[in-house]
C-alpha cells in the first residue's frame, strides 16, 4: 500500500461523530417510544399523517441533536446540513393502501393526506423539513446494506464541500405490508449519527473508514464475531447499518471501549469501518 502522509489520509477516511441516538421500541437500554406515540418526542403538533418509519426517524434525529421532549427546531435554516436517511419498506404500507384505493375507486379516492407519503424519498425529505435542513437531501433504499452506503454518501458530501455536516438516520417499520415483502419479520427502529468533516483536536469520537491493512484492530466488534445486531435485536433493514454506528459510537464512548470495529472483518469484505474515541471524547455524551 502507498504510503500516505497522516493528515492526507485522516482527510480521505476519517469523520467526526459529533451525535448519535438508538431509538428501538422493546429494545432494553435504547427503549424509544413506538410510532404512535412518537408526541412524546416530539410534541403532537404536525404528526397527523405521517408514516411509522418517518416518526420513528424523527425520533432518532430528536434525540441524536440533544433536544428536549417536544422541543423544535428554531432560527434560520440551516444550509449546510445534509440528509441522508436510510430505509427500504418504510412507506410500503401506504403505497399498497392508496394503490388498492385507486384501483378500487379511482385516484379521487385517495387522500390529499396519503398522496405526499408515496413519495419514496418521504422520510429524508420529512426530517429536512422538521428540523430545517436546507442541505442535499437524500434517501437511500439499496438493501440491508444502505446504512453502509449511506455512511459513503456522508463523507462523499462533506469531503465535496457539499455539506458541513450530515445527519444519516436509519428507520424501518415492522407492518404486515413491508414483513411480506421483506419475506420475514422486520424489527421497527431508527438510529442516527451526525458527522462532520474530521478535524484534530476536536473533542469528539471519530468515524475511521480505512483500507485494511491501515485498520488497528478494535477492542469490540458489532456484527458478525461479536455482537450482531440481528441475532440479539432482530432485523432492521435497511437501518441496520445506521443502528450498527451508532451502537459502535454508544460503546466506545460511553461505555468506554475506546475502538469499535463495525462488520466482519476480512480482506475481502471492503474498508474496515470503526468509531474511536480522540483524546478528549470524553466530553461527549450518549444520547
Request: proline content about 7%.
Amino acid at each position: 500500500m502507498t504510503a500516505r502522509e497522516p493528515g492526507v489520509r485522516a482527510r480521505e477516511t476519517r469523520l467526526l461523530l459529533t451525535g448519535w441516538s438508538l431509538h428501538l421500541p422493546g429494545v432494553a437500554g435504547f427503549d424509544g417510544a413506538p410510532p404512535e406515540k412518537a408526541a412524546t418526542v416530539l410534541g403532537r403538533k404536525g404528526l397527523l399523517y405521517k408514516e411509522p418509519s418517518t416518526r420513528l426517524a424523527l425520533c432518532a434525529v430528536h434525540r441524536a441533536l440533544g433536544f428536549e421532549p417536544g422541543q423544535r427546531a428554531t432560527g434560520p435554516i440551516e444550509t449546510g446540513t445534509a440528509v441522508v436517511a436510510c430505509s427500504n419498506l418504510g412507506n410500503v404500507e401506504t403505497v399498497a393502501k392508496v394503490a388498492r384505493a385507486v384501483e378500487a375507486e379511482g385516484g379521487r379516492a385517495v387522500s390529499v393526506l396519503d398522496a405526499p407519503n408515496v413519495s419514496p424519498n418521504v422520510v429524508a425529505s420529512t426530517v429536512a423539513l422538521w428540523f430545517g435542513f436546507g442541505g442535499p437531501n437524500l434517501m437511500l433504499c439499496s438493501g440491508s446494506t444502505a446504512g453502509l452506503a449511506g455512511l459513503r454518501m456522508a463523507s462523499l458530501l462533506l469531503r465535496s464541500g457539499r455539506a458541513t455536516r450530515v445527519v444519516l438516520v436509519g428507520a424501518e417499520p415492522e407492518d404486515e405490508i413491508a414483513s411480506i415483502l421483506h419475506d420475514g419479520p422486520l424489527r421497527a427502529g431508527s438510529a442516527c449519527v451526525i458527522l462532520e468533516p474530521w478535524r484534530e483536536n476536536s473533542g469528539h469520537a471519530v468515524v475511521d473508514v480505512e483500507p485494511w491493512e491501515a485498520a488497528p484492530l478494535p477492542r469490540r466488534t458489532v456484527g458478525p464475531g461479536g455482537f450482531d445486531v440481528k441475532e440479539q435485536w432482530g432485523d432492521f433493514y435497511g437501518a441496520h447499518g445506521v443502528v450498527e454506528l451508532a451502537l459502535a459510537a454508544h460503546l466506545a464512548v460511553a461505555e468506554g471501549e475506546g475502538r469499535v470495529g463495525i462488520g466482519p472483518r476480512r480482506p475481502d469484505d471492503g474498508p474496515a469501518v470503526s468509531v474511536a474515541v480522540t483524546d478528549h471524547s470524553d466530553e461527549m455524551g450518549s444520547r
